[in-house]
């Protein structure tokens, strides 16, 4: 059994297993029958939500779901764990507070999986990662650009560097900067030498600084042959993103979310315990 809550926390090996699991996912349907997985998911969450939940039920297992603000009950979380820990055999759990992930997992003896925080979305940045797999095989040695303020994806992306040694840069204006993370703050001279861009939605409060950090089509061009542009969802067309560029070759976005059911449903079975 092992959690997932950073993708720091978890090793090489284990990131190549979850993946050879995703290549055989049609292997372990029913692979958890008569188990009972809780989750903890707001209203607002779609994709996440919908692919967790409809993974868990093709395995075999049952769902029981519940909004995250149930975890913000005056009950101490080690408490509500310790009740779940006589009936779940699992908990996949979105919830700003990566802390009281972190609890709950020190907390209960089945594992946990952080399916989102406001620091970090290690699935979604495992599954963005397997379906670069499938289009470059050097896909550990390709250049990274991270194009946005820092925030839950952007330190999911570094800590994916940190594990696996991608090469990461991030473009930005000063002020909103990963540490550790290489800045270059023209966008312009950023794409140049650059294969993956990254980008995330901009929050309302900063967006007239990010201005003349739109990734375009022209400036997509300047990148890499063969690039591709991957922003994360829900991004909006003539904000991170230009409308064109997202109708252009270099988008691959719809592609690669096709895989977060198989790659999600792959680290719960890794996380319970199939090898």
């Given amino acids: 059994m092992k959690d997932l809550i950073r993708l720091t926390d978890i090793t090489t090996t284990d990131v190549e297993n979850i993946f050879k699991i995703a290549d055989h996912i049609h292997d372990y349907k029913g692979a958890l029958k008569d188990k009972t997985i809780v989750l903890f998911f707001p209203s607002s969450s779609i994709r996440t939500r919908v692919t967790f939940e409809k993974g868990v039920h093709e395995l075999g297992a049952q769902v029981i779901l519940f909004p995250s603000d149930t975890l913000d009950k005056k009950e101490d979380i080690r408490d509500v764990m310790g009740y779940l820990d006589h ?4 908990v996949i759990v979105r919830h700003p507070e990566i802390q009281r992930v972190d609890k709950m997992a020190r907390s209960s003896i ?5 399916a989102m925080t406001s620091v970090n979305h290690p699935c979604e940045v495992l599954s963005d990662l397997y379906s670069l797999s499938k289009l470059r095989e050097d896909y550990l040695k390709l250049n990274y650009l991270f194009v946005g303020a820092t ?5 999911a992306w570094k800590e994916a560097s940190q594990l696996l040694g991608l090469t990461l840069k991030q473009s930005c204006p000063k002020g909103h900067e990963m540490e ?3 800045l270059i703050t023209n966008l312009d001279e950023a794409v140049i030498g650059q294969d993956i861009i990254l980008t995330d939605p901009l929050p309302s409060a900063i967006k007239g600084a990010f201005i003349d950090h739109q990734v375009t089509l022209d400036r997509m061009k300047k990148a890499n042959e063969n690039a591709l542009l991957n922003p994360c969802p829900p991004f909006t067309r003539g904000e991170e993103v230009s409308s064109d560029v997202i109708d252009s070759r270099y988008f691959v976005g719809y592609g690669f979310k096709k895989q977060l059911l198989t790659v999600q449903q792959a680290i719960i079975l890794y996380c319970m315990g199939h090898r």
């Fill in 151 to 155: 925030g839950n994806i952007g330190l």
């Fill in 180 to 182: 550790e993370i290489e």
């Fill in 87 to 90: 009936w779940a055999d699992g």
């Fill in 110 to 114: 089945f594992p946990v999986i952080n």
